[in-house]
Structure formats: C-alpha cells, structure tokens
C-alpha cells in the first residue's frame, strides 16, 4: 500500500522562522548538555558505560573490535612449532584478488606430504574477503589477529612473507584491543 | 558562459563532471560526463568464478553493499534453481533493510550538510555507525562485507543479534525524529528543496528512473512490492510516495523509507524462524588442529559428533548452524568444517567447490535478478555458459538512468540548485560506472 507523504505549506510562525531556530538550537544544545554531563561523570570516574562522544581519540583509544572482524593473517603452527599449512593451493585458487602465492616442498616426515616453501600475501593486493579463511582445509590461516595497521613505505614492504604471517601464530587473547597494536 | 563542475569538486559526491551552460545564475543547458569510475566490474565478472564476483558487488554501491551482495546471490540461486532456507531469506531482508537505512542516512545527511545543515550529517552519520557496527558483527566487515554466497549466506547471525539490532533501531528511529526536527519545517531548507529538481511522471519513466526519485513523482514502484523476491511478501510495509517530485518530496520519501525499513527489520526479527538446527552434536568442543589431526590419521570413531572451536571470522557456520542458512545442494554447498576436518567425502566436496572449473556451475541458461537497491532497481543479468564462470554479466545500476535524465531536471534551475538536486540522486559513483 502506498502512503503519501505530502507535506503542508509552512505556516507564517514557520516562515518567521525565529521559532524554528530555537527549536533547532534546544535540540542541540540539548545534546551538548547531555554529553557534557556524560564527560564531567566520566572525569570523576562515574557512568563507565555510558561514552559522552560517539568518536575514539585515536590512536591512544581504539575502538572495539567484533570477533567477527577479518583483520590481519596469520598462519598458525603444529606443536612441533612448523606451519599448519599442507600447502593444497586452495586459498591461492579461491583468492579473487590472487594476492597468496604458494611455492610447495616436499616435507621430511613421511606422514606430511607437503609444505609451504615460500607463503607470500600481498597486503597490497588483499580486498581482505575471507575466503582463504574459508576454503582452509587445515585450519592454517587465519584473520583473527585484530591488528588492523600494516602500512609501509614500499610496495614490497607490503608483502608478508612465511616468517611474518608466522610471527603471530599464537592464538590472540580476547579483549585485548584496547591495546596498541601494530604490524 | 561553459562551467565545469567536477570531476573533482567539493560538492560532487565521487567524480563526476557536469558541464553547465550558464546564463548568470540559470542553467541553460548541461550535460553530464561520466565514466571516473570505471573499474570494469562486469569484465571483471567474467574472468573470475561465481563465488569471487562477491568482493566485486561490495564495491558498486558502496554504502549498502549487502543489497549488492544479495542482488548477485539471489540471480545466480536463479539460474540454479536453488532454494535458499528460511531463515537465510530473513537473514537477507534484516540485512537488506539495515543496508537501505544506512544508504538512505548517508544521502540525507550528505545532502543537507552540502545546503549548510551539518548537524544533521552529523547526527545521521552517527546513525549510521550503529548500523555498521551491526554490519562488522554479523559479516566481519563495515564496508567490504562479501556476506552473500551462492544458496545462501557466509554465517548465521550473532546469539545477541536480536537485542542489539532492537536497540540500535530504536535509537535511529530517534535520529530520524531529531532531523525531522531540524530541518523538515525549516525555512531555508524547504525554500532551497522544495519546488526545485522538479521531475515529472513521463521523465521518470521514459528515462526508466526507479527508487525514490521516481516515487517521489506519485508512482507507486517498488520492487520489493511488485515482484517480492526473499520474503518481502510476508511482511507488512508501506511504499511512500511523492506528489510532485521535487527535491523536497525525495527528502520525505527517504525519510519515511527509513522508518518503513525499521518496521520490516522488527517484523522480520519477530518472524525470523529458528530453523534446523544439526543436534548430533553432543557438545564436546575440541581445537580445529585437534580435529584436523584426528581426521587425517583415521582416528575418525565418533569424530563427527564433536563441534569445532571455530576461527572466530567464520563464526556461525559451524555444522549446528549450517542447514540454517546454506542451501542444502551439494553444488554450491561448502560443507562445514567440522566434515571437512574429519571425513573424506566433505573434504572432497570442499575442494571441488573451490577449484577452477568445478565450483559453482549454473547449468546454460540467463537470469534476471532485481533487487530494490537504496537507488532502486538493482538488476543482474546473468548468462551462464555452463562452466564455472559467468560467460556475461550485466548490472543495471540505479543510479544510471537517473543521471541519464539529470541534464533535463537541472535545466530551469540556479546553480547552486544543482547541489541540491545532486544530492538527492545519490549518486554512488561505484555503480554508475560500474
């Protein structure tokens, strides 16, 4: 069903306008007075739940991340402390950016076929989509790690290598963005 | 006298040139050059699979990107034949919903800040940060979301979902009243709005104009309406409409849109089923590497009827969540992790999905797909050859007629009415040019 919205003409009070400037100043000072409250209570260290400006002063406060929240990878290891990763290709086939390049070798123990020689993502490149998380077969990578700054001079610093996306390889524990994190 | 305006202007949302025959403060004559934005999105289609056109459809309207998404999913589900479970459908309308109040908010915010109303973008953006908070914690993204997948969605919804998405369209409801309050009554902005950009019922439609600014012209278009797809036609909602389709009426119907769209998400969260959920789960936990391991050494007895502790970015599309929102068709299906861990066949079934030539294969055949974009119709055509990619794509962005006719709606006008009538196109230069 349609409903109209056909609005009437402004009335003189309303094209006086005077009225309609102070209506629109209550309603932001309003706000102003409300926040600032919010503020002084914060400053004596009341109404801890409640945050006087919707902005982060960032970089010193960061904002809260959701779980879900695909961030920088990682390739996480075996106990033995090698990486998970078997090296099946099927992160760099669903890749849509082809920003994963994967050079295989053959492993040691007769138990492992494969592993990675050389794993190389380009940041760069990265529309950071999630499906290399998704077509894992092994659980090797992930975007878990809620570090959301990786910037460089250089393209090629863009590039993270084995050694890199291994670094982090420990799982990061929850609520621990409120603190700084850089690559 | 010849004026450029654009393609980098501070006024024009995105490049874009209009180039003005001026005669003092009259527009005369103007033409509009588009094309900085072209990316070749349905080239782009063409060359990957199915499933890694999904990055590509964030990026066409990029203000509500899940309608994108959806769009896409819902044409080639089409052209499959694949049925999408319930409560996916209702997945999809809640996030369809969220994704038209935070297009809408951005519009009307950007416009009015552009005619001198910054608070009002303030506040609207504020808005809009709750819905994308929202966004980030169901999809894993603000703005890039690839939520959609072929016969369904990435996951189910967050446990506190329900609550959240309540409170944050409570208080957007209120944002709605305090601009309201701001500026519907206000003098400046209804004397630069109102009677301004005036567009007629013929225009619209000759040029194929859809969405608000052709409802602002009086007639009653919605696609959501005129040809329900996922489960609009449950649920009760009001088309507003114009009378005379100025800048002023578009202004009303994007307002109203907005509250309709937060009476379609409490209807669809009130409505939303449970759906099946996989019970052979006896509950046990256990890491993926453990699982992984177990299944890859054959310790297999009784394997399945643990659940994994899942990465937290795949969260909700753990095996008790997945006959909630995947199709059940092994052509398009990505088993959950638990059976990829620990059995062959899903394993196997993983890796055919994903590798080049055996994914998602719609047999030969064209669809058509319209979604109600935050423009209007958003349409994907799509024509299958039968292997895994699309043999052509074609998007039909909103926003494309209606700058097609915008050289016929500011002509008549002042300059700096442009602006204003700009603004209410909304243009997002992502699926203009495509």
Known sequence: MAIKVEEKQLTLL????????????????????????????????????????????????????????????RLTRREDGAPRCVACMMCETVCPAHCISIVAGEHPNPLIEKYPTRFDIDLGLCV?????????????????????EFTSFSREGMVYDLNKLLARSETPKPNEESKVKTA | MLLNMGPSHPAMHGVIRIKVIADGEMVKDCDIDIGFLHRGFEKHCETGTYTQCFPYTDRLNYVSPLINNFGFAMTVEKLMGLKVPERCEYIRVIMSELS??????????????????????????KAREWIWELVEEVTGARLTTSYARVGGVKGDLPSDFDGK?????????????????????????????????????????????????????????????????????????????????????????????????????????????????????????????????????????????????????????QKRFHDRVRADSKEAWIPPKEQVYSNIEALMNHFKIIMLGHGVRPPKGEAYGAVEGGNGELGFYIVSDGTDRAWRVRCRPPCFPIMGGLHEILVGDQIADIIATFGSVNMIAGELDR
Not at chain 1, 23 to 39: C, E, K
Not at chain 2, 100 to 120: P, Q, Y
Not at chain 2, 172 to 197: C, P, W
């Open chain 1, 14 to 73: 309303e094209r006086l306008y005077v009225l309609e400037v102070v209506r629109g100043i209550a309603l932001t000072t309003g706000h102003f007075f409300r926040n600032m409250a919010v503020h002084i209570a914060r400053l004596f260290g009341l109404a801890k739940d409640k945050k006087g400006s919707t902005t982060f002063q960032y970089p010193e406060e960061r904002r809260p991340l959701a779980p879900r929240l695909r961030t920088l990878h």
């Open chain 1, 128 to 148: 950071f989509c999630g499906y290399c998380v998704e077509a894992c077969p092994e659980d090797a990578i992930r975007m878990d790690t809620g570090v959301l």
């Open chain 2, 100 to 125: 038209r109040i935070s297009d809408h908010l951005t519009c009307v915010g950007a416009s009015a800040m552009e005619l001198g109303a910054f608070t009002v973008f303030l506040y609207m953006i």
């Open chain 2, 165 to 317: 998405c309540r409170s944050v369209l409570k208080q957007t409801a209120e944002v709605l009243d305090e601009i309201d309050t701001l500026v519907k009554r206000n003098r400046i902005f209804y004397d630069r709005l109102r009677d301004v950009g005036i567009v007629s019922k013929e225009l619209a439609a000759s040029y194929g104009m859809t969405g608000p600014f052709l409802r602002s012209t009086g007639v009653e278009y919605d696609v959501r309406k005129a040809t329900p797809y996922h489960v609009y036609d449950r649920i009760d909602f009001d088309i507003p409409v114009g009378r005379r389709g100025d800048n002023y009426d578009r202004y009303l119907v994007r307002m109203e849109e907005m509250r309709q769209s937060i009476r379609i998400v409490e209807q669809a969260l009130d409505q939303i089923p449970e759906g099946p959920t996989n019970v052979d789960a006896e509950g046990k936990i256990i890491p993926p590497n453990v699982m992984a391991d177990l299944g890859k050494f054959g310790k297999t007895a009784g394997l399945l009827k643990n659940e994994v502790l899942i990465e937290p970015t795949l969260e909700g599309t």
